[in-house]
């Protein structure tokens, strides 16, 4: 291919016939034939008449420089021109294998990914070579090699996977026999066995990789520690300093999916992790059902939540009775003080309260259990449960025979224990020692102040060392864990109450407390507590971080779900078993993202190129156009050009040369002379009669109110089918997001795409509160509709956004509801001029704006502008209503007029309303 620019040819030889175009006028010159000169006298007598009939001495012009014009694009036209083609290839017949790795990784900028492998299928079918697809979360098998035209249709319907492919080197021995060319599309990780496949796949014929520069980010999964939701995501490449929005979404107390919260992380510049914390009560941390990265449509950006996030509950068993005016000496009366804000506590007999499956139970001062009560205990223990125990004068006076071991204590203890700090004590009180590393209560400040009076001792054993979690200051145990099948029980050498120690009386109490607390269910995913039990799949989710009902999936046992690898028969998302619930992430605690490394000399492409498009089609249709004007011109010329023939030609031609339908049909044309005639907002036809009315209503009472407060004078709203009309001629379209609605056809999303690129603006409405994104019906339907469109990186809409003062000066975006909304995410190097209380933002109108606020049952009125549909109740709701008109007109505005009020000759005017 010989490139000229941003334009190549395919047959470049017949450009040479350019040059020859000049020898046109001299063929031209003979026709019409020169008239032939014969001296006659009486030609006297003819002087001064005119003949009816002239004929012109040799060609016009113009008429020569149209023709030379049609011969030119018809000659480019076969050269086989091609706007923006994919990079030349060495030339060969060898079949293309186009590698796409399909992961989660993939679903950020998956529409690129196709188009850049639909391109490269196109350039091989122009060079009448076989393609083949292969997607590497796929089980390994030999590649088969199609047209390339069969490879379109499969692209046009493949979508990635949530999870990552476990070995690719057992690809490489899936490869068979042969040569053929390899185009890798990366999702830029690092997976198993990725080395051996590029090694393999380089002994048939020459590798590229695509890998796109837009970073993988990743969120992990939640721990709760310290009292606060411990957050962390990861990204690759670490790059410039980049802030990431993190969303914690539950039920509200109506049980809709809203958000609950939201935080901000923060990667340091040429830092791959980002932390920080999430301040939640209770209350609302118990309804939290995920996290989610805005902005970010990838399952790895999503992190399920099971119980470990959970309120824990907790039973006391053993204590009496608070008598009255000795409450501050019972143990109980302390253990409810430090654990009632952060867990749920129950009290009655052991018996009684196993049966509540709770996730901690406190003994305080027993020292024997029955037998039947024992038994109970220890498989409660054994299947996951911790056991918190307290000494006390009872366990202090007990005694155990020589050799006797107590499952339910983690260390022997001696009988008597020791006094501290009395006149027949063995010594002054003992204060503790700084946690150990391995501690639970590693990281809390010891207090000076708190001391231990009187104790419980450990009999001396090799394993005392390891099962000390907290000592006094002289080394001796103060409390001490040992590990019972998938559960622990831990011991406190003291009382519960201040009787032996200050400890009760401190806030390290309640830290140590809600520690071993928080920590009780979260052994219960390890492979321990998992082994031996079945769990049913009650959510998944798909690539792009959408939660779906697992339906009929089949249930997974513990010993896979304990490995905590998604794949093709283990899908991440949330397994429930009776009533334990684990949650089955993308990235675990430990995942880290490692960048892929290829073979020296194997050359990788970026994402910064242009779409190719082939130019032969519109060029021969110019040429066409051009030799039909010639005709004409050149029957106008020598007066054959009389109405009968002209439309008896016009006829020849529309039957020879069938109109498209899109002129065919007086229909579309009358709705092309609509759609143009003047400014009209339009909506997206959902196929619900109810929604689409709605939809008509709510454009009509916006309509109205730009025409009474803008310069702008809009006419009807209009209705449009995305898979037949045409797009172009709107400035926005509203789509209500139906959950039944279906999916746009590839043509149709071509047609989308295009409109969003060219400057088109689309409000997406899911009409659900504001849980775009969520679990809602409407909200699964949208994310489905979107990944087939060239989307941006979305964020909410900042204070200082173009549409918060386009028109009026606005903070909030309602509808019917107020939730929030979302744009296309400002670049990251936008920068707040000194002394300019906005960002530059000059770069153009955001091309989609999403939101769940029902923003058309806001804005409808019936035919005589009267609303039709009540907003909120009383003047509250007029005022919600009335600006929600507003935000309408905003958002209409920054259509027409782009950036326009981001310049910065708008700042003083802006001041000076701000400060009234």
């Known amino acids: 291919m010989w490139m000229l620019g941003p334009v190549g040819f395919t047959a470049p030889l017949l450009l040479l016939a350019l040059p020859a175009l000049p020898l046109l006028w001299l063929l031209l010159r003979a026709v019409p034939p020169a008239p032939l000169r014969r001296r006659f006298p009486g030609v006297a007598l003819l002087l001064g008449l005119t003949d009816e009939d002239a004929e012109t001495e040799r060609t016009p012009l113009w008429l020569l420089l149209l023709r030379m014009a049609a011969l030119a694009a018809a000659i480019i036209a076969f050269a086989g021109p091609v706007l923006n083609p994919a990079p030349p290839a060495a030339a060969t017949d060898d079949p293309l294998l186009i590698v796409v790795d399909g992961t989660w990784a993939d679903a950020r900028d998956w529409p690129r990914r196709i188009d850049r492998a639909m391109t490269k299928a196109e350039a091989a079918g122009r060079a009448g070579r076989t393609v083949g697809l292969i997607r590497l979360t796929d089980r390994p098998e030999a590649p088969v090699f199609h047209s390339a035209a069969a490879i379109r249709d499969r692209l046009a319907g493949l979508v990635p996977q949530p999870f990552a492919p476990a070995d690719l080197s057992a690809w490489a021995a899936a490869l068979g026999e042969g040569r053929f060319e390899t185009y890798w599309l990366s999702d830029g990780l690092d997976h198993p066995g990725r080395a051996d496949l590029a090694a393999a796949m380089a002994t048939h014929g020459p590798l590229t990789v695509f890998e796109t520069p837009r970073p993988v980010i990743a969120l992990k999964p939640p721990v709760f520690r310290d009292g606060a939701v411990q957050l962390a995501a990861l990204r690759l490449p670490a790059g410039a300093q980049q802030e990431i929005e993190i969303s914690a979404r539950g039920p509200d107390p109506a049980g809709i999916e809203r958000e609950l919260a939201r935080t901000t992380l923060v990667f340091a510049t040429g830092q791959g992790v980002a932390e920080g914390t999430l301040d939640l009560p209770p209350e609302l941390r118990n309804r939290l059902t995920r996290f989610e990265i805005a902005g970010q449509p990838t399952a790895g950006a999503v992190s399920l939540t099971d119980d470990s996030l959970k309120r824990r509950k907790v039973a006391l068993v053993g204590s009496e009775a608070d008598a009255e005016g000795l409450i501050l000496l019972s143990p109980a009366h302390y253990l409810r003080q430090a654990m009632a804000p952060e867990a749920d506590l129950i009290e009655g007999g052991l018996s009684d309260v196993l049966l509540a499956s709770p996730d901690v139970v406190v003994l305080t001062d027993v020292a024997r259990l029955g037998n039947a009560e024992a038994e109970a205990l220890l498989k409660w223990v054994a299947e996951g449960g911790t056991l918190l125990r307290f000494a006390g004068p009872r366990l202090a006076a007990a005694e155990w025979a020589p050799g006797e071991d107590d499952p339910l204590l983690p260390v022997r203890l001696r009988a008597g224990g020791r006094n501290l700090g009395g006149a027949m004590s063995w010594g002054d009180p003992r204060t503790l020692a700084p946690f150990a590393e391995g501690s639970p209560f590693f990281g809390l400040a010891v207090p000076d102040e708190v001391s231990v009076t009187r104790q419980v001792l450990a009999e001396p054993g090799p394993e005392l060392a390891a099962r000390t979690i907290a000592a006094l200051a002289d080394g001796t145990p103060l409390v001490t864990r040992k590990e019972t099948g998938a559960g622990q029980v831990v011991l406190f050498h003291v009382t519960a109450n201040a009787e032996w120690s200050s400890l009760p009386l401190s806030g390290l109490f309640v830290q140590m407390l809600d520690r071993l607390v928080t920590a009780a269910r979260i052994g219960m995913t390890e492979d321990?507590?998992?082994?031996?039990?079945?769990?049913?799949?009650?959510?998944?989710?798909?690539?792009?971080?959408?939660?779906?009902?697992?339906?009929?999936?089949?249930?997974?046992?513990?010993?896979?779900?304990?490995?905590?690898?998604?794949?093709?028969?283990?899908?991440?998302?949330?397994?429930?078993?009776?009533?334990?619930?684990?949650?089955?992430?993308?990235?675990?605690?430990?995942?880290?993202?490692?960048?892929?490394?290829?073979?020296?000399?194997?050359?990788?492409?970026?994402?910064?190129?242009?779409?190719?498009?082939?130019?032969?089609?519109?060029?021969?249709?110019?040429?066409?156009?051009?030799?039909?004007?010639?005709?004409?011109?050149?029957?106008?010329?020598?007066?054959r050009l009389s109405g009968g023939l002209a439309a008896r030609l016009m006829l020849a031609l529309m039957l020879t040369f069938p109109a498209p339908a899109a002129r065919a049909d007086a229909a579309e044309d009358a709705f092309a002379i609509e759609a143009t005639g003047e400014v009209r907002l339009a909506h997206i036809l959902t196929g619900d009669k109810r929604v689409d009315d709605l939809a008509q209503a709510g454009l009509r009472g916006l309509s109205m109110r730009l025409f009474e407060r803008t310069t702008v004078e809009p006419g009807d709203p209009m209705a449009v089918d995305i898979e037949r009309d045409e797009l172009a001629f709107f400035p926005f379209l509203y789509w209500p997001v139906t959950a039944d609605q279906p999916l746009p056809s590839v043509n149709a999303y071509r047609k989308l795409n295009d409109f969003l690129r060219t400057g088109g603006m689309i409000l997406f409405d899911t009409r659900d509160a504001g849980v775009s994104g969520g679990t809602t019906p409407e909200s699964k339907r949208l994310q489905l509709i979107a990944s087939g469109l060239d989307i941006p990186p979305l964020e909410p809409v900042p204070e200082d956004h173009v549409l918060t003062r386009t028109f009026y000066l606005l903070q909030d975006f309602p509808g019917r509801y107020s939730g929030p909304v979302w744009v296309e995410a400002a670049p990251p190097d936008a920068a707040q001029a000194e002394g300019m209380p906005f960002r530059n933002l000059n770069d153009g109108v955001t091309p989609v704006v999403i939101g769940g606020n029902d923003w058309a049952a806001a804005w409808a009125v019936d035919e005589i502008g009267i609303p039709s549909h009540p907003v909120g109740r009383g003047s509250g709701g007029d005022r919600q209503r009335e600006i929600a008109y507003r935000f309408g007109i905003n958002l209409i505005m920054h259509v027409l007029t782009g950036n326009y009020k981001s310049d910065q000759v708008h700042v003083p005017a802006l001041l000076e309303r701000l400060g009234q």
Request: no cysteine; glycine share 12%.
């Open 528 to 639: 321990r507590a998992l082994a031996g039990h079945s769990f049913a799949p009650v959510q998944v989710l798909d690539a792009f971080g959408v939660a779906q009902d697992a339906g009929n999936l089949p249930g997974v046992t513990g010993e896979a779900l304990a490995v905590g690898r998604p794949g093709p028969d283990l899908l991440p998302g949330l397994y429930e078993e009776e009533d334990r619930r684990v949650a089955l992430n993308v990235t675990a605690a430990d995942t880290t993202l490692q960048a892929a490394i290829w073979p020296a000399g194997t050359p990788v492409e970026g994402a910064a190129r242009d779409t190719e498009r082939p130019l032969k089609g519109p060029l021969l249709g110019a040429a066409l156009a051009l030799m039909l004007v010639d005709i004409l011109a050149a029957l106008g010329i020598s007066g």
